[in-house]
């Protein structure tokens, strides 16, 4: 069974920063891309990051480049998301997932993200 325990998250102002884990289990994690979402009250889920399965390649949505970034630890089966310049448009709950943007599986309850002065 897929698993992931996400956490990292919590209540930061303006300009903050946050680190996300993402700890995996359940798969033979460094065979799969790894993405990170995010999903804002009463809205979809967000594509934000996603990196290969070696942690070279990574790719990121318009609205985080520059502010964000994902890594990951093959051997703790474990991605990162480490946010910086947090806005308050930021806010939503985080999520990864394995796979990309238009197939993915999620099995965690997520980490909320709360950007407030």
């Known amino acids: 069974e897929v698993q992931f325990v996400e956490s990292g998250g919590g209540l930061v102002q303006p300009g903050g920063s946050l680190r996300l884990s993402c700890a995996a289990s359940?798969?033979?994690?460094?065979?799969?891309?790894m993405s990170w979402f995010r999903q804002a009250p009463g809205k979809g889920p967000e594509w934000v990051s996603g990196?290969?399965?070696?942690?070279?390649?990574?790719r990121y949505a318009d609205s985080v480049k520059g502010r964000f970034t994902i890594s990951r630890d093959n051997r703790k089966n474990t991605v990162y998301l480490q946010m910086n310049s947090l806005k308050p448009e930021d806010t939503a709950l985080y999520f990864c997932?394995?796979?990309?943007?238009?197939?993915?599986?999620?099995g965690g309850q997520g980490t909320q993200v709360i950007v407030s002065s």
């Open positions: 359940g798969f033979i994690f460094s065979n799969y891309y």
């Open positions: 997932a394995r796979g990309d943007s238009s197939d993915y599986t999620r």
């Open positions: 990196i290969n399965t070696g942690g070279i390649y990574t």
